[in-house]
């Protein structure tokens, strides 16, 4: 282990105190003791509820929460912090986007083009604004390899195609998808755009201004903040025409008996008292993100990732899920194990102390696309190292073993 293995380990309470090797990050990663110290110290020292008092510590905490927005606009490139909307996760956010915009501005026979591998929270929001509005789900289809192209949009995209909803990187196929490209052809065409980044904002930079995606959707969970919090990127006149997404506290101007009238962007969508300490958390995640910066987090889970999949391609009876370049996986490789069900994998590894993923994945229809029932899933954060993959290797080898097969 070198020292800058030690160094990392050392940031993560959870990897210290406990006897495991974890390779979950894309369900959630581990929190750094900073992270949880940040969230600590606003309850301990800021807590109140923002935006709402006129004495010191309310007006301390409104601070705490609105800079937390300005790190999270600037860590995406948004244009300005107003087209941040503060949720609990990415799945809040897409379904803020659905029923905000979606429910409102989409009619009878309408399209919505979402791809066959997005995660269940950017494809079942969509059936239901289509179930309740008339408009159609139409789905571009990957190949074995997880690949789709731009062209593939093109030929599906007519004129009544008013929304394209599209994963930056699968969390089960691990490629990352050319957004900038989709969005120009969407756009081209008078689409909106709405990309799922749950999967992309923890591991690669990402500028919403350069990819001109019209949303974003993330969660602090998934790198390395608390859970409870996520974000939503709008481009402001977007935002300003969509009408809130609940309603109550805070997000009014002006109340009547007969209605009220709203609160700018992004208030409006963020009704009742909001999660400040979480903001807070996600804004030290990324403060923490910037302390190492993205080519040492993602040259790590390169690295990693063309270690274990080197190994895997010569294990008897796995099979691997998706590409056969390992540039092509982003630290997530899921895979299956010839004669094992995927919970009995996951099982294994967990009595030797290694925590994978086992089930579907929240990508249900992408694995009767592959004809798959579901699979194991292992996936990698920047604070993983050699010796945890070289122990998820050993397991691997062995484990038809300990299932009884021969080999």
């Given at each position: 282990m070198t020292?800058?293995?030690?160094?990392?380990?050392?940031?993560?309470?959870?990897?210290?105190?406990?006897?495991?090797?974890?390779?979950?990050?894309?369900?959630?990663?581990?929190?750094?003791?900073?992270?949880?110290?940040?969230?600590?110290?606003?309850?301990?020292?800021d807590n109140a509820n923002p935006m709402r008092g006129l004495y010191e510590l309310?007006?301390?905490a409104t601070k705490d929460y609105e800079k937390a927005r300005q790190t999270v606009a600037d860590f995406i490139h948004a244009k300005k912090k107003e087209e941040i909307v503060f949720t609990r996760n990415a799945t809040e956010s897409l379904n803020l986007i659905a029923y905000s915009y979606g429910m409102h501005f989409l009619r009878n026979g309408d399209e919505i083009i979402i791809s066959i591998m997005e995660h269940h929270s950017n494809l079942l929001p969509w059936q239901i604004v289509a179930k309740n509005t008339g408009a159609v789900v139409k789905y571009l289809e990957c190949n074995e390899e997880g690949e789709i192209f731009p062209e593939q949009l093109e030929k599906m995209m007519t004129k009544r195609t008013r929304?394209?909803?599209?994963?930056?990187?699968?969390?089960?196929f691990g490629r990352e998808n050319d957004i900038k490209a989709f969005a120009e052809v969407a756009h081209r065409h008078g689409a909106v755009f709405v990309c799922d980044g749950a999967q992309s904002v923890p591991h690669i930079p990402v500028d919403v201004q350069d990819l001109d995606v019209d949303f974003l959707a993330?969660?602090?969970?998934?790198?390395?903040?608390?859970?409870?919090?996520?974000?939503?990127?709008?481009?402001?006149?977007?935002?300003?025409?969509?009408?809130?997404?609940?309603?109550?506290?805070?997000?009014?101007?002006?109340?009547?008996?007969?209605?009220?009238?709203?609160?700018?962007?992004?208030?409006?969508?963020?009704?009742?008292?909001?999660?400040?300490?979480?903001?807070?958390?996600?804004?030290?995640?990324?403060?923490?993100?910037?302390?190492?910066?993205?080519?040492?987090?993602?040259?790590?889970?390169?690295?990693l990732t063309k270690l274990a999949f080197t190994e895997m391609q010569s294990i008897p009876h796995v099979e691997i899920i998706g590409s056969k370049d390992y540039k092509e996986h982003h630290g997530i490789i899921t895979f299956v194990v010839e004669?094992?069900?995927?919970?009995?994998?996951?099982?294994?590894?967990?009595?030797?102390?290694?925590?994978?993923?086992?089930?579907?994945?929240?990508?249900?229809?992408?694995?009767?696309?592959?004809?798959?029932?579901?699979?194991?899933?292992?996936s990698l954060?920047?604070?993983?190292?050699e010796e945890d993959v070289t122990a998820f290797l050993e397991v691997l080898k062995g484990l038809r073993k300990e299932m009884g097969y021969g080999e």
């Open positions: 020292e800058l293995d030690l160094k990392i380990k050392d940031e993560f309470p959870v990897l210290k105190n406990r006897n495991i090797v974890y390779l979950d990050n894309a369900a959630t990663s581990q929190k750094p003791k900073s992270v949880i110290d940040a969230v600590k110290r606003y309850y301990e020292y309310s007006i301390d929304m394209v909803c599209l994963t930056q990187i699968s969390n089960l993330f969660s602090g969970h998934k790198m390395y903040g608390p859970m409870g919090i996520g974000a939503l990127y709008g481009k402001e006149e977007l935002l300003e025409q969509m009408p809130p997404f609940l309603y109550g506290g805070e997000m009014i101007e002006y109340v009547t008996r007969c209605g009220a009238t709203y609160a700018q962007v992004p208030h409006k969508f963020e009704a009742g008292t909001v999660n400040a300490g979480g903001a807070v958390g996600l804004a030290e995640a990324i403060s923490f993100i910037n302390s190492y910066g993205f080519d040492i987090i993602t040259q790590r889970e390169d690295e004669g094992v069900h995927p919970h009995d994998v996951a099982t294994i590894f967990d009595a030797h102390h290694v925590a994978v993923r086992a089930g579907h994945h929240c990508v249900q229809p992408l694995h009767t696309h592959l004809h798959k029932m579901s699979t194991t899933r292992m954060g920047f604070y993983n190292n």
